[in-house]
């Protein structure tokens, strides 16, 4: 593997790293802050979580679906990474 693809892997890798990172501290925050806060004792709280449910879980349910993306994407990365240390990546280049 050249050098320049070297760079650019890795580039790529600390930016899937990066973005992971903020997308698991998104999905704790969903979690935290609305799914296990208990608002139901006041009628305003009844309503916040009403009103938020949909909208929250959809946010959670798009942050998991990158997660993975991300996660595969960075195993592939690693994984043509160890197969060129191998000699092995050369050719799917």
């Known amino acids: 593997?050249?050098?320049t693809l070297q760079v650019c892997l890795l580039d790529d890798?600390?930016?899937l790293g990066l973005f992971l990172e903020?997308?698991?501290y998104t999905q704790q925050d969903i979690c935290e802050n609305y799914?296990?806060?208990d608002n139901s004792?006041?009628?305003r709280g009844r309503f916040l979580i009403?009103?938020?449910h949909d909208r929250n879980r959809v946010r959670a349910d798009i942050v998991q679906d990158y997660l993975f993306q991300m996660r595969t994407q960075l195993h592939e990365i690693s994984a043509f990474v160890e197969r060129d240390e191998d000699?092995?990546?050369a050719e799917a280049v």
Do not use: Q
Request: glycine share 4%; net charge negative; no cysteine.
């Open 41 to 43: 004792k006041t009628e």
């Open 50 to 52: 009403i009103h938020e």
């Open 35 to 37: 799914f296990h806060e």
């Open 87 to 89: 000699g092995d990546a």
């Open 13 to 15: 890798l600390m930016r």
């Open 22 to 24: 903020r997308a698991e």
């Open 1 to 3: 593997m050249t050098r």
